[in-house]
């Protein structure tokens, strides 16, 4: 059973994993047009690896990078892991790195989603994402 809220406009959710630093901010998701959707979030405060998600509102969840193809395209590869240090923030967002939902239910503007984060050092971690219209998925920045 998936669990979908409202929450009328809400931009971020934050996150953060117990001992760890770790925090998620920004987390939105594009409603989507097809059987795919990205979801964005900057992370900041620690030295980890992304190295798996879950929700229950998709069949599976990948790291992508989007790159210019060969012909001058964009295209999407997937990635193994995503970095983020105290340095440098991860930052997911539109033409870059971002986590596709693979397979995913129906989603509206305004719901909100959970997604579980496993990171390589600080564990599991559960972020709320915003369905927002894809115009939106760039976020405050």
Excluded: K, Q
Excluded at 72 to 79: F, H, K, N, Q, Y
């Amino acid at each position: 059973m998936r669990r979908v809220g409202v929450i009328a406009g809400m931009m971020v959710a934050i996150s953060a994993c117990a001992g760890s630093g770790l925090v998620v901010t920004e987390a939105r998701v594009g409603e989507p047009t097809g059987p795919n959707a990205a979801l964005y979030f900057t992370a900041s405060g620690g030295d980890d690896r992304l190295v798996g998600a879950t929700t229950s509102v998709a069949t599976a969840v990948e790291a992508h990078e989007t790159a210019m193809g060969d012909d001058g395209t964009m295209t999407m590869r997937p990635v193994a892991d995503l970095a983020v240090s105290v340095d440098s923030d991860l930052v997911l967002e539109p033409g870059g790195f971002h986590l596709m939902l693979i397979d995913v239910d129906r989603l509206e503007v305004g719901d909100t989603i959970e997604v579980a984060l496993r990171w390589e050092t600080a564990g599991d971690m559960t972020i709320e994402a915003l369905v927002v219209s894809p115009a939106d998925t760039a976020g405050d920045r």
